[in-house]
């Protein structure tokens, strides 16, 4: 196992009781998740130079790592862990936690950590010498590029892994939905427009939480997708049902039509500004026009 950290500097990133012995954590499995989205030799190179920005993104991503690695070493983590906190004694007077109370924990930190790794993200974005040397920006939609950005639009519990999954469906909405009204000049004149760009992230956004509405791979809670590990007894409710997912997809794709026709009527009342631009033809001036296919 690596060791990517000491004992004393691990206090520093997340707190536990001053005797806690720090070799029960797998740092490996904590470094091996941020290394996933910033390479083991990106990261460390954010420790060597003097950029103050940076040194911040190494500072958020070694508290996420710790973070993950407790997370993913609960198994093996011989302390007890009571209603009090975390211990690595036995009282009397206290009790030793509920296993939902020890898969609570776990979330949290889960949560803590996923935040930091979008927020270093987006930090990273903006810093073209380091944005160049993440794959992870290669692989990802140009128009709606980082976790936060998707965040502002509909909640994903600024996990950098649902982000990743959404990716398939945010091109699949761009060439079916968006791309079938707008042709690729349209959609480049349309991103340099402030205004009409994030008309084209919501649409963006919209049209692949339909699509992943559909998919047994996305969990949806009542505001959010999240990557679900476990579905608790008291989570049915917040759950949401297939019949309610199906509801919810339809929204989101009422809604992706909404913002995207909000950028078509713009394009009409300054079409001067668009010559890219054509109407679509609909279904049935097709036909009488001669197009489609006959079936007799």
């Known amino acids: 196992m690596d060791y990517y950290i000491s004992k004393p500097d691990s206090l520093n990133y997340l707190k536990l009781p001053s005797a806690f012995d ?4 797998d740092q490996d499995l904590g470094f091996s998740k941020i290394f996933e989205f910033f390479p083991k030799e990106v ?8 950029n103050p920005i940076a040194k911040t993104i190494f500072e958020q991503l070694t508290k996420a790592a710790v ?4 997370v ?3 198994p093996r983590i011989k302390v007890q862990i009571t209603n009090f906190g975390i211990q690595e004694f036995t009282q009397e007077k206290m009790k030793s936690s509920s296993w939902w109370d020890v898969r609570d924990l776990g979330i949290s930190l889960v949560k803590i950590a996923d935040k930091l790794v979008s927020d270093s993200l987006s930090t990273a974005f903006s810093i073209e010498g380091v944005k160049s040397e993440l ?3 290669q692989n990802v939609s140009d128009i709606i590029s980082t976790p ?3 965040q502002s639009i509909y909640s994903i519990n600024h996990s950098p892994e649902v982000f990743v999954m ?6 699949q909405s761009l060439e079916t939905k968006i791309k079938r009204i707008l042709n690729d000049d349209c959609v480049e004149l349309v991103k340099q427009n402030p205004k009409l760009l ?8 919209y049209y692949s939480l339909s699509d992943a509405a559909k998919l047994r791979s996305f969990t949806f809670l009542q505001n959010a997708v999240a990557i679900q590990y476990e579905e608790l007894p008291w989570q049915k409710s917040i759950i949401l049902s297939d019949l309610e997912r199906s509801k919810l997809g339809h929204r989101f794709c009422d809604l992706g039509d909404e913002n995207l026709k909000i950028i078509t009527d713009f394009i009409k009342k300054n079409s001067a500004e668009f010559p890219c631009y054509s109407e679509p033809i609909p279904p049935m001036q097709m036909r009488s026009a001669g197009f489609g296919i006959s079936l007799f």
């Open 22 to 25: 720090f070799d029960l954590v």
């Open 43 to 50: 990261y460390l190179s954010l420790n060597n130079g003097i």
């Open 67 to 70: 973070h993950y690695a407790f």
């Open 72 to 74: 993913f070493s609960l």
């Open 135 to 137: 794959p992870f920006f």
């Open 148 to 150: 936060a950005e998707f």
């Open 166 to 171: 959404l990716q398939q469906l945010i091109e």
């Open 198 to 205: 994030l008309y084209l992230k919501k649409a963006l956004a």
